[in-house]
């Protein structure tokens, strides 16, 4: 019941998002009559109907279904773009450190993403050598490979890490708005809306990526605006792309690896 509450927040939230765009005759003096500030086809369209999952963590109907337990068949390795090689059980898959990263097939813009993942429960390690892996929104050939938000083991602040290289954080860039992190061995959500950076001809920056993410129903990143690529050493940067794939990272633990469930996505 609190996850679906917390679920309802989120999506209240993009829908002011929305609010915000609402358009009204500039040209047409106010008369302070409630219809002029209310819109109607065809002056603007319907928004198109979605059917919604039957709780909030179920895919809607207008939604990519890049994992649902059954197959790989959306992913591919980064290395060399063939199928990829993590291990499929019980309806999860789990990071394969020797295979290494894993991306979409499909490349993307902007998106809005749900995608669930589980530190193990016999974690052992600290810092970034317990339970790392992480979420690459836009995979690229740049020095860092994308754009990183964090999977971290983070429960109850136990783990001791850079506060910008904690669960919820871009890499790096923005620390986390709270820390809503469960204990390892249970399932973690990630609803996430990139907006893709654009960039000019000459390879310059127009406009930066941004990100907004809620952790568990939680918002960890409020549409923060992206430096650059996460990289590990040095200034972020960014570096002339299109559209991307998603990339999960294959980081290695000593201790178990970090499992994925239920990952679908919609285009915006
Ligand atoms: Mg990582």
Redesign the pocket.
Known sequence: MKTAFLYVAALLFIAVESKAQMIVDPSKPLTNKPEETEIFPPQAALPKVVQPGKTFDIAPSDAIILFDGKNLDEWVSTKDKTPAKWTLADGVMVVNKPAGDIETKRNFINYQLHIEFRIPANITGSG?SRG???IFLAATNGKAGGY?I???DGYNNENKTYVN?MVGSI?KENIPLANPAKKAGEWNAYDIVWTAPTFNDNGTVKTPARVTAFLNGVLVQNNFEVEGETNYIGKHEYVKHGPAPIKL?A?GDKSEPISYRNIWLREL
């Open positions: 970034q790392n892996s992480g990183e964090q999977v971290l290289g890499y990272q980081h």
